[in-house]
């Protein structure tokens, strides 16, 4: 076996989903009793903190890919794309997959000031396959709770990341 069987991306990950969802609902509770932070503006600050966490679930993603290839080479074996390992679900005609509307959530998160108006890319495209819109309010956390339900804690994110993981493991690195 591959030492880069083990998941050493998972730790890091779940801690950082735990102390973001933990800040989130500090966020939330001390609205309820603060004259100095309302609920909407509470929800636009969580919206930095889910997309820390996506940004952090896009370098786990892109991490995967590399390990997988990594584990290839030392099979003979070629590389896969990264978007070939992204549209890899176990379940036939699952479009977009759960890693690609991560990674466009993440992508979302990172240049979405850059746009004066949305633009038509593949980023975009994704969204609104999800239904998340210019017009969406808080479009980090309906895409997150689109992912893993309206369960607070974003370690939910994990365990679609870490599954993903172990399917692409099964199908790409056999032998390892």
């Known amino acids: 076996m ?14 950082l989903c ?21 609920g909407l503006t509470a929800l636009e600050y969580a919206e930095y903190f889910y997309g820390a966490v996506l940004v952090a679930c ?8 590399s ?9 003979g074996k070629e590389k896969v794309q990264k978007f070939e390992l992204y549209k890899y679900s176990v379940y036939p005609k699952i479009e977009p997959t759960d890693v690609e ?3 466009a959530l ?14 038509n890319n593949e980023t975009v ?7 998340i819109t210019e017009k969406t309010e808080f479009p980090l956390k309906v895409g997150s709770e689109k992912l893993i339900g309206y369960y607070p ?5 994990c365990q679609v990341l870490e599954t993903w993981r172990m399917q692409v493991f099964q199908k790409w690195c056999e032998n390892a």
């Open 153 to 157: 804690d974003l370690r939910g994110l």
């Open 101 to 103: 509307f991560i990674n």
């Open 125 to 131: 495209k994704i969204l609104r396959r999800f239904d």
């Open 106 to 119: 993440a992508n979302y998160f990172k240049h979405h000031d850059e746009w004066p108006q949305w633009p």
């Open 18 to 38: 735990t102390s973001s969802s933990n800040a989130i609902d500090e966020l939330m509770e001390f609205s309820k009793n603060s004259l100095l932070l309302d």
């Open 67 to 75: 390990d997988v290839n990594v584990i290839r080479e030392s099979q």
């Open 2 to 15: 591959h030492y880069l069987n083990s998941d050493f991306r998972s730790t890091p990950l779940r801690t």
């Open 58 to 65: 896009q370098a786990y993603a892109v991490g995967t890919v």
